[in-house]
């Protein structure tokens, strides 16, 4: 499954057998709605992971100091979204068998749902956190089920009413935001309401999912779809560091499109947003 020959995201050298989590690159964007280029986010962030250092000042922990491998990208199949959704399904299975904590990069933030199904076979009263600018509660796109617009709403498919907390969310249909008063608990603009969700959430398994533009386009405008008025990398910093305190068993970043910042600025934060939910997930003593 794994590819040996890969370029590693910085720091992270571990052996599968001896990780405690895996990352994996879901280079997947067929259902993206309007600017597409996220399946190139975990390639790109590998290559300017090595402007990074390992070691965080934020958290005084330091990447070398964890057991962590890198898988590399899945090979995802153009125009097939169930059959992609699948292979991430298989994989995130694999890692969750040899207990460890998968972290996947996406992609469309429909990637979430293959590593999700996987998740909710083994936990079936698993919880969701979920930062995003957008409420991704639509039933369907354009007549599509599978859409980075309905991927929030495909999961409470699965595990129904008030197990899905949202947070930074600013975009959406009336619709979405009426069905999210009735089914999920649904926090707008920030991280308010965090500290109520996470003591919600103790004692359950909780899937936590990143779509990175829940950052504000000022901080990252490398994304397919920018939302004026997010958070700044200080606010999602803090907000990781507060959910890593619940039983995180699976998580995952999304929505990079590195083309859209020339700069690579998004690219760089994108990767220090890595290294901190790696470290904050890390639960072993500092050295």
Same mark, same amino acid.
């Given at each position: 499954?794994?590819?040996?020959?890969?370029?590693?995201?910085?720091?992270?050298?571990?052996?599968?057998?001896?990780?405690?989590?895996?990352?994996?690159?879901?280079?997947?964007?067929?259902?993206?709605?309007?600017?597409?280029?996220?399946?190139?986010?975990?390639?790109?962030?590998?290559?300017?992971?090595?402007?990074?250092?390992?070691?965080?000042?934020?958290?005084?922990?330091?990447?070398?100091?964890?057991?962590?491998?890198?898988?590399?990208?899945?090979?995802?199949?153009?125009?097939?979204?169930?059959?992609?959704?699948?292979?991430?399904?298989?994989?995130?299975?694999?890692?969750?068998?040899?207990?460890?904590?998968?972290?996947?990069?996406?992609?469309?933030?429909?990637?979430?749902?293959?590593?999700?199904?996987?998740?909710?076979?083994?936990?079936?009263?698993?919880?969701?956190?979920?930062?995003?600018?957008?409420?991704?509660?639509?039933?369907?796109?354009?007549?599509?089920?599978?859409?980075?617009?309905?991927?929030?709403?495909?999961?409470?498919?699965?595990?129904?009413?008030?197990?899905?907390?949202?947070?930074?969310?600013?975009?959406?249909?009336?619709?979405?935001?009426?069905?999210?008063?009735?089914?999920?608990?649904?926090?707008?603009?920030?991280?308010?309401?965090?500290?109520?969700?996470?003591?919600?959430?103790?004692?359950?398994?909780?899937?936590?999912?990143?779509?990175?533009?829940?950052?504000?386009?000022?901080?990252?405008? !490398?994304?397919? +779809?920018?939302? /004026?008025?997010? &958070?700044?990398?200080?606010? =999602? %910093?803090?907000?990781?560091?507060?959910?890593?305190?619940?039983?995180?068993?699976?998580?995952?970043?999304?929505?990079?499109?590195?083309?859209?910042?020339?700069? !690579?600025?998004? +690219?760089?934060? /994108?990767?220090? &947003?890595?290294?901190?939910? =790696? %470290?904050?997930?890390?639960?072993?003593?500092?050295?």
């Amino acid at each position: 499954m794994w590819n040996k020959n890969i370029q590693t995201f910085i720091g992270l050298e571990a052996s599968f057998d001896e990780a405690e989590c895996v990352i994996f690159g879901a280079p997947m964007d067929s259902t993206t709605s309007y600017r597409p280029g996220t399946r190139f986010a975990s390639s790109s962030m590998r290559q300017e992971s090595f402007g990074l250092e390992t070691y965080s000042p934020y958290q005084d922990k330091d990447l070398e100091d964890i057991k962590v491998f890198d898988g590399g990208d899945l090979e995802l199949p153009f125009g097939n979204p169930r059959k992609a959704l699948d292979i991430i399904k298989v994989t995130t299975k694999t890692i969750i068998k040899a207990n460890k904590l998968p972290c996947m990069i996406g992609g469309e933030h429909l990637v979430t749902l293959g590593a999700f199904e996987a998740v909710f076979e083994k936990y079936p009263e698993i919880r969701v956190i979920h930062f995003d600018a957008h409420t991704d509660l639509r039933d369907e796109y354009l007549g599509e089920k599978l859409s980075h617009a309905s991927v929030i709403r495909r999961i409470y498919d699965l595990i129904g009413d008030n197990k899905i907390y949202q947070f930074g969310i600013r975009s959406g249909e009336r619709e979405e935001f009426c069905f999210a008063r009735e089914h999920t608990n649904l926090n707008k603009f920030n991280f308010t309401g965090l500290s109520k969700a996470i003591e919600a959430c103790r004692g359950y398994p909780v899937y936590f999912t990143i779509d990175l533009d829940v950052l504000d386009p000022s901080v990252f405008p !490398g994304t397919g +779809t920018p939302e /004026a008025g997010g &958070v700044t990398f200080m606010e =999602l %910093l803090e907000a990781m560091i507060v959910v890593s305190e619940l039983n995180v068993v699976a998580m995952d970043i999304n929505e990079l499109s590195p083309v859209y910042d020339q700069s !690579g600025g998004s +690219t760089a934060v /994108a990767c220090k &947003v890595l290294r901190e939910l =790696l %470290l904050a997930m890390n639960k072993g003593e500092n050295k």
